[in-house]
């Protein structure tokens, strides 16, 4: 068994094998560019790309020209939003989204809401879920857009796409998901799902780093775009520059891959946290996960581990990789936003770890895991003397701690 274990998967994965092998010739035989018609290196670049488009299309129930090349989620999102907002201005320039989106839905939001656009952020329930009434209740005359995710970056809730996409569709407003976290792990069929416009991430599936897409709809409704890079007019006008066609082939393999072995693979990361949830409870008293027990991520657990502070217990735990909150932001002590937003207190905020479990994780490495933090929990504890009051029953939210 390798140390330190890895337990950080919504954060980003390894690159598969079979997604190596299949991008290597890319780098040295086959280094064409794709926009080059002129000859065989250009032709072997852009059949490349051809066959990476139909596979990711067909992981997500799309066609192969509605997927547009990205270097990732956080470029899709800036250019759904963005190029919205610019290609539709007498449509309305209201927005509505969640306060548990990524930061880089909020943080393009706060921006576009400079530029003159109002944004309704929407609180989900306790669980981090956003309800479709709550959605009806705030579509106006001029909503232009609803972006919410598909599955938090955090806690794992599922939101209710198919049926916010439906009613979306009826009010003929724009409908976005952020599917970064989604795709790969849970079926995603963006006609069945009635998404117009969605982002994914190659990392996120086993695929290479600086790679991503973006699902725009052609028909019913055709969805438009305005460019937020120029240049010579690649991907439809809507994103320019030369393709990556090493990562945009791995991007079109780790597709593939999460295809075929789709129910192997959810089925391994349903199983393995299962395991760890349930050694985690049979020892440890005052433990909550955080999102929705029924509708989440089946690879994915957010626990919150009362009377320990969440950074102490990741420096306990040292031979595990997890994070604390979201990785893109993991650098502040806030407490997360997400959490914030399903009003979990600061203090089981602080003390909350996510743990995601992959593809080549094993049991072994899973006993192991549980065990370090049962370990490390209950070391702890021992020097918590708010622990101990809790044991003997006191209320500690009721103590007045000013000296007064």
């Not at 990711?56 to 020209?65: E, F, N, R, S, V």
């Not at 329930?125 to 579509?139: F, L, N, P």
């Not at 780093?209 to 019913?220: D, F, H």
């Not at 937020?228 to 090493?246: A, F, I, K, W, Y």
Request: charged share 25%; net charge negative; proline share 3%.
């Amino acid at each position: 068994m390798k140390l330190p274990i890895y337990l950080d998967f919504q954060a980003t994965n390894p690159v598969d094998q079979r997604v190596l092998d299949s991008m290597l010739p890319y780098f040295k035989e086959h280094y064409g560019n794709a926009a080059s018609r002129s000859h065989a290196y250009g032709w072997a670049g852009e059949e490349a790309v051809t066959k990476a488009r139909k596979q990711i299309a067909k992981l997500i129930g799309a066609t192969p020209k509605e997927i547009i090349f990205t270097s990732g989620s956080t470029e899709a999102i800036n250019l759904v939003l963005k190029g919205a907002v610019e290609m539709y201005p007498t449509r309305g320039k209201h927005i509505i989204t969640s306060l548990v989106e990524h930061k880089a839905v909020l943080d393009v939001c706060k921006h576009l809401e400079k530029e003159g656009c109002e944004v309704t952020y929407l609180k989900p329930d306790k669980t981090g879920r956003v309800s479709v009434e709550q959605v009806r209740d705030a579509i106006r005359e001029d909503t232009l857009m609803v972006a919410l995710l598909w599955a938090s970056n955090e806690i794992g809730t599922i939101n209710p796409i198919r049926e916010i996409g439906a009613l979306c569709h009826e009010r003929k407003v724009l409908f976005f998901t952020d599917g970064t976290q989604a795709v790969g792990k849970i079926p995603v069929d963006v006609e069945k799902d009635n998404i117009d416009l969605m982002c994914l991430s190659g990392h996120k599936i086993y695929g290479p780093k600086g790679i991503g897409c973006l699902y725009v709809r052609r028909k019913n409704p055709r969805v438009r775009l305005s460019a937020q890079m120029d240049g010579g007019g690649h991907e439809r006008g809507m994103r320019s520059g030369t393709l990556n066609v090493p990562g945009i082939v791995g991007l079109g393999e780790a597709c593939e891959i999460c295809r075929i072995d789709f129910e192997k693979d959810l089925e391994h990361g349903r199983a393995l946290r299962d395991r760890f949830e349930k050694q985690i409870f049979d020892k440890l008293e005052y433990v909550y996960i955080n999102g929705n027990k029924e509708h989440r991520l089946p690879h994915a657990s957010n626990i919150s581990f009362a009377y320990v502070e969440g950074e102490s217990l990741i420096m306990g735990i040292k031979d595990l990789a997890v994070s604390s909150g979201s990785a893109c932001t993991s650098a502040s002590l806030e407490p997360s936003h997400v959490l914030r937003a399903c009003d979990v207190g600061d203090e089981l905020a602080h003390s909350s770890i996510r743990f995601s479990f992959g593809r080549e994780t094993t049991e072994e490495e899973v006993d192991f895991a549980a065990n370090q933090v049962i370990e490390a929990v209950e070391r702890l504890r021992e020097l918590s003397p708010l622990y101990e009051m809790a044991q003997e029953g006191i209320d500690i939210s009721s103590i007045d701690w000013s000296g007064h």
